[in-house]
């Protein structure tokens, strides 16, 4: 059997050590394909490891399909992982990944959060891991769904947050700088400056250094950066 791969679990996809469901609609193309390869989310995987130590309490905005949230409650002995996602299409599946991965440390919330509570407008795309919170240039009137925002600085002291794992498709530019990050010992940020420009990188920067958190350069590669509040 050396150099040979080991036949995937009937049901699954594995990738690093985990498995997930083979769901018709999420299981497809490139996201089937990188999950296969052990190269799915390979910088923020990277990342989280060189990062999220054991006891940290996890804060995860952005689930997607489950994949951060597991590999680090299975990878490192952490406290808990909270899980905000607004698409409210994923949170079954993120729970079905959970469970197929015997996590139950995860806590999953269809909401987001910001400065202040309110709701906010999501917008409902086929296939189901292109759905955001902004309308795309070209749509008109795209189908939306409406989605919790939780004020962010009593979520984070209600969980006891210690460490921010965040991929929000550009809305960081807008949240980031909005919250209080001072309690926060390290973060993990896919950032996107084809949207947001070198403006909203500039800003992204200054809003973790000024709550006390370094560019850790050891975690941080391309567009994904990580910050930490000692080394």
């Given amino acids: 059997m050396d150099g040979q791969t080991s ?32 190269a799915y989310e390979a910088k923020e ?10 006891n940290d309490v996890v ?7 489950g994949y951060m949230s597991t590999l680090v409650a299975t990878k490192r ?8 996602e607004a698409n409210p299409n994923l949170i079954p599946y993120i ?24 709701t906010a407008d999501f917008y409902v795309r086929e296939p189901m891991l292109g759905s955001s919170l902004e309308v795309l240039e070209g749509e008109i009137d795209p189908p939306a769904t409406k989605v919790d925002v939780l004020n962010a600085k009593t979520t984070f002291d209600d969980i006891g947050a ?4 965040c991929d929000i498709e ?10 209080d990050l001072t309690d926060l010992r390290a973060a993990i940020i896919e ?37 930490r509040k000692s080394w």
């Fill in 7 to 38: 036949p995937e679990p009937t049901g699954f996809i594995r990738s690093r050590g985990m498995r997930f469901p083979k769901h018709p609609e999420i299981m497809q193309g490139k996201v089937r394909r990188l999950l296969r390869d052990n």
């Fill in 45 to 54: 995987t990277e990342a989280a490891l060189r990062t999220v130590r054991e």
């Fill in 59 to 65: 804060v995860e905005l952005g689930g997607g399909i």
């Fill in 77 to 84: 002995a952490i406290k808990s992982v909270h899980v905000f």
């Fill in 95 to 118: 729970h079905s990944v959970h469970a197929a991965n015997g996590v139950t440390n995860a806590h999953v919330t269809n909401a987001i959060l910001g400065p202040r509570k309110g």
């Fill in 162 to 165: 210690t460490v921010l794992i």
């Fill in 170 to 179: 550009g809305a960081e530019v807008d949240l980031i700088p909005s919250i």
């Fill in 191 to 227: 950032t996107h400056p084809q949207w947001i420009g070198p403006e909203g990188i500039n800003k992204v920067f200054r809003a973790f250094m000024d709550a006390g958190l370094a560019y850790y350069h050891r975690g941080s590669h391309g567009k994904v950066l990580a910050f």
